[in-house]
């Protein structure tokens, strides 16, 4: 515990990724294989449950700082960070730290028990007693979770790679899907021998970059495949072993989410793996199916099971565009188009009905004829072109160069501030979440929240803005006189009963802060339901 | 009311004077020289003897003097200055008319600070307190430790050989880390001074503050080399100026109350925070308040309104004036 303590201030007391990774390779030199099994799990942001939870450590705190618990509230608010909160108001204490990382997880932390909430809270002051500032907040932390100490995955892959000499993609490969931080999974994730991919495993997705340039900078037409951006879910679909895993790139195993493609999916050859997109579609409009908008596939999403009524009305299928394996071999290194003939000829053969299609290649003559195929992106609910270099590999991660993303403009709407909330972990002390308005006939009705696009120095501006401004706080929230205009971007728009404007807008962000616009500048719902789009029967 | 909030400031009406006002006013009486107390344009100033040299740097007109704890007479109102330890000259202000006392305390902290005169208790009816960190998560630890872990990281970065950039607020605070360092008989390499620096740490030896030996001035050095193993002492400010690039690989650090909290020093993309400031923490607040045995207490600044709830809930008549307007404060920018 310790030796974890001391990892994540050293993690914590530099801004600089280098020294950061330092770090962590020095701590995996020389940790024990199980502490060093939980600190991969909880820095890539898993964490297992516990017993005692962020509901135990609240009571525990107010108890043992003895304030009310709103000033409790009130400085977590300030604070934005519930372990911190707690570390910052128990009096500061030497102490030498006892006891392995491991221990105090396996033997305390995750340790089922039958006690009442006095006695976990009682467990927990006790523990706090056994620690100083530092660690209160790692333990803490290990209940809480989020870490916020700018580590992500690929520099704990790569910090491991670097101390047991190993080629980063199979560490990633190794960090990926489902694991218990136990005996074995350590030693697999750090074994020189590397011909371990298990039936299940799925491969980093390759990501493409946002091209920014025009379409006639990538050079001859020819030399690219071109794909519709479908607005869906990332996935891979993979056939080992009689078995079917979906996975989808949040790395998460959502098989059971969608039962039509596993039972699809059955079809294929042993040894297959498809990337794709998995989207919600219309049945009725055979015999071409028509592909549904994000929301609709929304409530198909974080389900453990599925129902009869909902498979029913909101069917899904895979866009399939690459094949990742074939015949049990692994193929990412061939040419693009050579995968895809093999995808087209593979998907060709499953023949049954719609639920694994291959995504339909985007043709034209010049790049002129694409960027007028592109304009249509909105009205086909897609969100632009995936570009992939015929002759290039399938890559690991973002790797600028062969895969280019080319999104429609976002659409752009002027709203008038009218709450704002703290932002949590780097601006918590700042009112940098935002609710904005737009006209309904002489009321300014709610539209859109956003939380990024400004600068700092715009962000402290809004922030003293809101504290002068304010009419009434509703806990954290203040609602502002509504005098800021702000132009807002995203990349959708539909219409949507759960929100009292009526529509739902995708991806909201601020594009700029309109100074010369005042609130009666901004746009009205109508102007808006305008832009709602009147998708090809 | 002795006291009132203005649109200028805080006013007398009995007396006829403001207090730290942020507008032009004929007659102000000033708790100290940062710059949301001390502002330019007023006919005549009033403040504590041992605080004229750094107020002579904000403002110009005429500046009154009296010693701490000596009582004058404005148009009848009894006024006294009494220590306050934030900075260099720091004073509350003590109002007294028909035996009833108000005092204005500026901003202070209770902490000992080389470089100012202690905080001294005064008792009155209504204090009028600064509350910039009205929470109990905010509690400082011993400036003795902190000096030893800015010392700890100094060295450790010398020896790395990076270059050691410390920020801090202009006046107080790197007087005070200066002092500080002053006592250590060696340190791990040289010290330099941001410019900006320069004329206040003059103000404070013409005060009689020994500072340790002149830090050297940054545009002196001939050869960036000098700095690898140095501490380089500059305000928040030169975070995002170019000044900073002649530091290559250097480390950040930043000494503040603020720094307290994580994501504060995060947003900043700081290297390192230390936990040191020149105003009262929440046991600091609580403690004074109880000692000047004031029957109301008003909270300015920061999180007055959750000192004063506190406050109201342990049976004591408090209210917070932090919805008023007030100037933004070096301390309440970042
Ligand atoms: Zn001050
Ligand atoms: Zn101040």
């Known amino acids: ?27 995996f030199q020389d940790a024990p294989p199980r502490d060093a099994a939980w600190v991969v799990t909880y820095l890539i942001g898993k964490r297992p449950r516990t017993a005692i939870t962020a509901k135990h450590v609240r009571m525990a705190a107010i108890e043992a700082a003895s304030i009310p618990p709103w000033l409790f509230e009130e400085s977590y608010e300030a604070v934005g960070d519930l372990a911190e909160t707690v570390s910052l108001l128990l009096d500061d204490q030497d102490r030498t730290t006892s006891g392995t990382l491991s221990h105090w997880i396996e033997d305390r932390l995750i340790t089922r028990t039958t006690a009442d909430d006095q006695e976990k809270v009682t467990t927990l002051r006790g523990w706090w007693d056994e620690l100083d500032q530092s660690g209160r907040f790692v333990l803490t932390k290990l209940i809480t979770g989020g870490w ?56 980093p997705f390759f990501l493409a970059s946002p091209l920014e340039e ?37 790395e998460e195993l959502v098989s059971e989410q969608f039962p039509e493609l596993v039972a ?30 994000f929301n609709e596939l929304q409530r198909r999403l974080g389900r453990k099971t599925v129902g009869k009524k909902l498979l029913g009305e909101v069917p899904v299928m895979l866009l399939a565009y690459d094949l990742l394996e074939h015949g049990g071999i692994d193929i990412r290194g061939t040419a693009c188009s050579d995968r895809r003939n093999l995808l087209a000829v593979l998907v060709r053969n499953i023949n049954q009905d719609d639920t694994i299609s291959i995504s339909a290649e985007v043709n ?31 890559g690991v991660g973002r790797r600028r160069g062969s895969w280019w993303k080319f999104k429609v403009d976002p659409y752009t709407i002027d709203a008038v501030l009218l709450y704002a909330q703290r932002g949590h972990g780097r601006r918590a002390s700042l009112y940098t979440d935002y609710t904005f308005g737009v006209w309904q006939d002489d009321q300014l009705i709610t539209i859109a929240k956003a939380y990024s696009g400004l600068n700092d120095a715009e962000i402290r501006e809004v922030d003293r803005f809101v504290r002068q401004n304010t009419i009434e706080r509703f806990g954290p929230v203040r609602s502002v006189n509504p005098t800021l205009v702000m132009e807002l971007s995203f990349e959708a728009i539909q219409r949507s009963s759960r929100h009292k404007s009526g529509i739902a807008v995708r991806f909201p ?25 009147s998708p090809k029967r | 009311m002795l006291i009132q909030h203005t649109s200028r400031g805080l006013y007398c009406p009995a007396g006829d004077f403001y207090i730290d006002p942020w507008l032009p006013v004929p007659r102000a009486v000033i708790t100290h020289a940062h710059g949301d107390h001390a502002r330019f344009g007023c006919d005549s100033y009033l403040c504590a003897a041992p605080g004229v040299e750094p107020l002579s740097l904000r403002v110009e007109g005429i500046i009154q003097l009296i010693g701490y ?52 208790v005064v008792s ?52 005070r880390i200066l002092a500080m360092l002053g006592e250590y008989d060696e340190l791990p390499g040289p010290v330099y001074a941001h410019g900006a620096l320069q004329q206040m740490n003059e103000a404070y030896r013409r005060a009689g503050i020994a500072l340790m030996d002149a830090p050297n001035p940054v545009s002196v050095a001939n050869n960036t080399d000098v700095f690898t193993t140095a501490l380089v002492l500059a305000p928040p400010s030169a975070q995002s100026s170019s000044w900073l690039k002649r530091f290559k690989g250097c480390a950040v650090g930043r000494v503040s109350g603020w720094m307290r909290i994580r994501g504060r020093r995060r947003r900043l993309a700081l290297d390192k925070g230390f936990v040191m400031s020149d105003h009262a923490d929440w046991p600091a607040l609580l403690t004074t308040i109880s000692e000047t045995g004031a029957e109301r207490v008003i909270a300015t600044h920061g999180n007055g309104s959750a000192l004063t709830r506190f406050l109201v809930e342990q049976g004591v008549c408090a209210e917070a004036w932090t919805d008023k307007e007030w100037p933004e404060g070096e301390e309440q920018v970042q």
């Open chain 1, 1 to 27: 515990m310790k030796r974890f303590i001391q990892l994540y201030l050293e993690l914590d007391s530099t801004n600089k990724t280098s020294r950061k990774e330092t770090a962590l390779i020095s701590y």
């Open chain 1, 148 to 203: 916020r100490v700018g580590v992500s995955q690929r520099l704990i892959t790569r910090a491991l790679a670097q101390t047991f000499d190993l080629p980063v993609d199979i560490v990633a490969h190794r960090l990926m899907g489902r694991w218990q931080p136990d005996d074995g999974f350590y030693e697999r994730l750090t074994a020189s021998d590397t011909r371990d991919a298990e039936a299940g495993k799925p491969y």
């Open chain 1, 214 to 250: 025009d379409l006639a900078t990538l050079g001859d037409c020819r030399d690219w495949l071109v794909e519709w951006k479908w607005d869906g879910i990332r996935a891979q679909i993979i056939k080992r072993c009689d078995q079917v895993f979906i996975w989808s790139r949040g």
């Open chain 1, 264 to 293: 699809a999916a059955g079809a294929l050859p042993n040894g297959t793996v498809l990337d794709g997109e998995i989207c919600a579609y219309s049945k009725e409009s055979s015999p071409h199916p028509k592909v549904l908008p």
């Open chain 1, 364 to 394: 034209g003559a010049s790049w002129d004829e694409f960027s007028t195929l592109h304009q249509s992106s909105r009205e086909r609910l897609v969100e632009g072109f995936v570009i992939k270099d015929r002759q290039s590999p399938y």
């Open chain 1, 509 to 533: 962000r601020i594009s700029r802060w309109r100074r010369d616009k005042k609130p009666p500048d901004a746009d009205t719902i109508e102007t808006i339901m305008a832009l709602l789009p």
């Open chain 2, 69 to 120: 704890g000596e009582q004058i007479s404005i148009n009848g109102v009894r006024v006294s200055l009494h220590p306050a330890g934030h900075v260099l000259g720091s004073a509350q202000v003590r109002v007294e008319v028909k035996g009833e006392v108000w005092v204005v305390s500026g901003d202070y902290k209770r902490e000992p600070d080389p470089t100012c005169a202690p905080f001294e």
């Open chain 2, 124 to 175: 009155c009816h209504t204090f009028i307190t600064e509350s910039t960190f009205g929470l109990p998560v905010y509690r400082w630890p011993a400036g003795e430790r902190v000096i030893t872990q800015i010392y700890e990281w100094w060295s450790e970065n010398a020896a790395a050989g990076r270059p050691s950039v410390l920020l801090s607020y202009v006046m107080g605070k790197s007087q």
